[in-house]
């Protein structure tokens, strides 16, 4: 029933989704000049968001490469090396960083909300996409041809809202365990301290 209803959706290329491409800067700036920046990297997105409590400033040398690769809210962020390619979307917290060489972002042209996408490309259907496009050994490189060739569903826009809206609780939901796993992990480790130490 699932392929039924998938097949019916339309796909359309990230290509013909984007309007603005962001390749990232190369370490060629990077601790090379005076202007001080967040520099967002691979280690920084974690299930579909950007860590913002996570980014790096660093020193970087005032180009025109600069001011392309900073992030506005809503670009879609995807990695482009790695054992897993991961994808997120840029909030307001992350307005204004820089994406490293080792991520492409892409900004969407309103068709498809790019939460959706995000989620998609973080999916195992998505991740079968980037690894099809994908080359290299132990660690592959997914380059911006490869990545804006992948076909991305498009439903329409009232059923996205609704995906969206449940992505975003299903997230919220995440966080919370997290938080309370990291709180029995600690309650754990100190009654351990106390009886052990």
Do not use: W
């Not at 029933?1 to 013909?16: A, G, R, V």
């Not at 995807?78 to 960083?97: I, L, P, R, S, W």
């Amino acid at each position: 029933m699932n392929n039924t209803l998938s097949n019916k959706i339309p796909k359309i290329t990230l290509y013909e989704l984007t309007t603005v491409i962001k390749n990232g800067l190369s370490s060629y700036y990077i601790n090379a000049g005076a202007v001080t920046t967040y520099l967002v990297n691979v280690k920084d997105i974690q299930n579909g968001r950007i860590n913002a409590d996570k980014v790096e400033v660093v020193k970087v040398k005032e180009t025109e490469a600069l001011d392309k690769n900073r992030l506005e809210k809503g670009d879609l962020v995807v990695t482009a090396k790695g054992q897993n390619f991961k994808a997120a979307v840029a909030m307001k917290d992350v307005e204004g960083y820089v994406i490293s060489a080792n991520l492409i972002a892409l900004k969407l042209n309103g068709h498809v909300d790019p939460e959706l996408v995000a989620a998609y490309l973080n999916n195992p259907l998505g991740q079968r996409e980037i690894n099809a496009r994908a080359a290299g050994g132990i660690v592959k490189g997914l380059n911006c041809k490869g990545l804006l060739e992948i076909p991305i569903p498009v439903p329409p826009i009232e059923k996205q809202k609704v995906l969206v809206e449940y992505l975003r609780l299903i997230n919220e939901y995440s966080e919370v365990l997290e938080k309370e796993q990291m709180l029995v992990d600690r309650i754990r480790n100190s009654i351990i301290s106390d009886i052990m130490g």
